[in-house]
């Protein structure tokens, strides 16, 4: 009787007596989802198919896979509005669960979207900007008001506004020995420690582009920003209206100038949300700015670390092209520092139409073509292009005095700077009261039919005016952006204003 009764049990148990190996381990394939707002997202992996509910954070295969299967995850169906993209979504399950796979979800703008910023006459630091609302870096809730610019490229955020302080100090981040990166909220902190130029105002011409003037940059000083390369995904607007795709993010930790030495990043100026049409440079600084930096660090490579607009990295409906609108801006006297003291309009719209556009009344406006070439850089679409942020065929007019010039229209600026090395004679400065004329195109036998004209009267703050004379530049501040609608579209490399 005991014989057949231990007979039976090894039946029962599939033969798992007389040394055989019993039932297999098997492992589990899950991952974490990242802003997903909306029903509608299925992922697969070969015949499996699951949901994933809007507001999820995380997700998880049934199957039980076993030690060495591959594994593949794939979107089956996109949420309604996002686009979802994953990674690390494929691989060999090695002795463990699998559970490193993320889902980030980006917003999709099916038409122009307008989202609320604050337009501030008075910053802490004197000066006017117009602020976007940045809410969310990663998953990590900030509350960040970084300076629009028309003139760079590419987010950079003050690296302690991001992260918490034991992360990191004046000289940099703390990075656990034999790591190169950090993971934090969603935001991996490479250690490629990269260097960009801010200006007294925090950004403008001098953030990225100011080393290539040298003494003709404008806006003041140069500022040495250095910080970590970040990717993250970005949402702003002041109700988190936008949520972008993964993008590169400069993290500021020290800053510098010849006169001041170095220091702690500024709140107020060293946060940018730089919507320009061109990219900004970022290289490393071995006693000199040494740019392209090489950013050896996964999801960027090779030198593909260059600073882009961050309205690149979200998803675009067919209709709708890259880029953006800002209609004239009303400057608040308000407190940015205070919550509740500033009143968020929708004056940066994102995206581009020609009804959008029209609508505006652009078409009865100026539209200048920028030089654009492709950008190669891994982590923009392969049809983008990145367009120069300079307007040509510019003349500038004081006392009746012309200079040719290049202009840039750059709302990160507060006053007026004008460039005259092009002019055998012109006014070292120009007296408050004094007219100028900025006029685009060239007025060929005084017919001034085919250019524009762009007029303003000398004065202070944000009519505040100087003439640089080793310049071949105008930087026209946003004292332009009061009175002015102004487009600029990344697909087809124009910039308009009406």
């Excluded at 974490?32 to 909306?38: C, E, M, P």
């Excluded at 190669?376 to 367009?387: E, F, H, N, Q, R």
């Excluded at 524009?452 to 009267?457: E, G, I, K």
């Excluded at 009175?483 to 124009?494: C, I, L």
Aim: glycine share 12%; with cysteine; proline share 6%.
């Amino acid at each position: 009787m005991s014989i057949r009764i231990a007979l039976l049990a090894c039946i029962l148990t599939l033969f798992g007596c007389g040394g055989g190996n019993g039932s297999l381990t098997t492992y589990t394939v899950s991952g974490t989802v990242d802003h997903l707002l909306s029903p509608g997202l299925t992922l697969t992996n070969g015949a499996t198919t699951i949901a994933v509910t809007a507001g999820a954070t995380h997700f998880a295969f049934p199957d039980q896979l076993t030690n060495g299967a591959a594994y593949r995850i794939s979107v089956a169906s996109q949420p309604g509005g996002e686009n979802c993209v994953i990674s690390q979504g494929a691989g060999t399950v090695a002795g463990a669960n699998v559970g490193n796979i993320d889902v980030a979800c980006n917003t999709v703008i099916s038409s122009p979207t307008a989202v609320g910023i604050y337009p501030v006459a008075t910053a802490p630091d004197g000066y006017s900007r117009a602020y976007v609302p940045v809410t969310m870096v990663g998953n990590n809730p900030v509350s960040i008001n970084a300076t629009l610019d028309t003139v760079s490229a590419g987010v950079v955020l003050n690296a302690f506004d991001v992260v918490p302080p034991s992360m990191v100090n004046i000289n940099g981040f703390d990075f656990p020995a034999g790591q190169s990166t950090i993971t934090y909220n969603g935001i991996t902190v490479t250690n490629n420690v990269m260097t960009t130029y801010l200006n007294v105002q925090g950004a403008g011409i001098n953030f990225g582009l100011g080393t290539l003037f040298g003494a003709s940059s404008t806006n003041g000083p140069l500022i040495r920003a250095t910080g970590n390369l970040a990717y993250a995904q970005v949402t702003f607007g002041s109700a988190g209206d936008v949520t972008t795709a993964v993008l590169p993010i400069l993290l500021v930790y020290q800053v510098s100038t010849s006169a001041n030495g170095t220091a702690l990043p500024s709140t107020v100026a060293s946060n940018v949300f730089g919507v320009g049409g061109t990219y900004t440079p970022i290289g490393t600084l071995t006693g000199a700015f040494v740019y392209p930096g090489t950013c050896a660090t996964p999801p960027g490579s090779s030198n593909a670390c260059d600073l882009l607009s961050p309205l690149r990295s979200v998803s675009f409906a067919s209709n709708v092209d890259p880029g953006f609108l800002l209609a004239p801006l009303s400057l608040q006297n308000c407190q940015i520092g205070t919550p509740g003291s500033c009143t968020a309009v929708p004056s940066l719209t994102v995206g581009v139409s020609d009804a959008a556009t029209q609508a505006l009344g652009f078409a009865n406006g100026w539209t200048a073509g920028t030089a654009c070439a492709p950008l190669t850089l891994t982590y923009v679409p392969p049809a983008s292009y990145g367009c120069s942020s300079y307007v040509f065929q510019v003349t500038t007019f004081v006392d009746n005095f012309g200079a040719g010039t290049a202009a840039l229209l750059d709302t990160a600026s507060s006053g007026m700077t004008l460039g005259s090395a092009n002019a055998g004679a012109f006014p070292s400065t120009v007296a408050a009261g004094s007219q100028v004329t900025i006029q685009v195109g060239i007025a060929i036998h005084g017919n001034t039919a085919d250019t524009y004209v762009y007029q303003f009267t000398a004065g202070s703050g944000d009519y505040a005016t100087t003439i640089l004379p080793t310049s071949w530049i105008t930087d026209v501040g946003i004292g332009f952006f009061t009175t002015h609608r102004f487009y600029m579209d990344y697909k087809t490399g124009t910039a308009g204003w009406v």
